[in-house]
């Protein structure tokens, strides 16, 4: 991932966890499962 890519997330809280949605700046992840693109994502970041 390049290092000047930038993205628009919110961070927030839903009863009482913290949660992160990426609004823009994640590359499109094709196909697979969930499990498998929660891997790629937490790889990638």
């Known amino acids: 991932m390049d290092d000047d890519q930038s993205f628009f997330i919110i961070d927030s809280h839903t009863m009482g966890e913290p949660t992160r949605i990426i609004m823009n700046g994640f590359p499109e992840v094709v196909g697979g499962h ?3 693109k929660e ?3 937490a790889k990638e970041l």
């Open 34 to 36: 969930d499990y498998g």
């Open 39 to 41: 891997n790629l994502s």
